[in-house]
């Protein structure tokens, strides 16, 4: 899979919009949109940072729930 179609479906995966997305992750709303449209390409590292981050926050979210 490429990079722009795994960024792309990560954002989605959260149901955040790319302004939104930018603001949580801290990457420019320019960069993402470039990102993908396959204007540009991510360094390799970057969907697997943003996986990783992503899947944390999901984590860290759920054992929060469980103490309550």
Do not use: C, Q
């Amino acid at each position: 899979m490429d990079a722009a179609k795994t960024i792309k479906e990560l954002r989605e995966s959260t149901g955040m919009s790319r302004k939104e997305f930018s603001e949580h992750t801290g990457i420019p709303v320019r960069t993402l949109e470039d990102w993908e449209a396959g204007r540009r390409t991510p360094p390799e590292y970057i969907p697997r940072l943003i996986a990783y981050k992503l899947k944390y926050e999901e984590l860290v979210k759920g054992k929060e729930e469980n103490l309550l």
